[in-house]
């Protein structure tokens, strides 16, 4: 199997990604509270596609990433990584600053456990 159509997948997959924490970010904005269930469900599959999708980056041979094209799109999705990763830093911060604000105001939700550890911790067995 190519290694191309394998980075193609992997480079679509952190583009639903970065649209899921994109969601995520301006359901937070507006709403400032904790996002609803569908969409922390839609999160969480998508971090498990991504790991299957790591793995299949795995079995590619380290010599492909020789090649131009391939540079080119490891390029794009580090690019792309780097986004989700500053986009769910704040993310975190929305998250942190609505659970304080409801604490002082009476309302004891809990915030989910934060993605970002998950795809640090995701890529750092890539790397």
Known sequence: MSHLPTLQQH?????????CVMDENRFLRQHQRVP??????RKRSLLEQLDISL???RTLPAASVRDPATQASLEKTRARILQILQLDKENEQLLLRSSLASAHSGGAQAAPAPATALLQKIYARCS
Do not use: G
């Open 11 to 19: 480079q679509q997959l952190c583009d639903e990604i970065h649209q």
């Open 36 to 41: 609803d269930a569908a969409l922390l469900a």
């Open 55 to 57: 793995a299949a980056l």
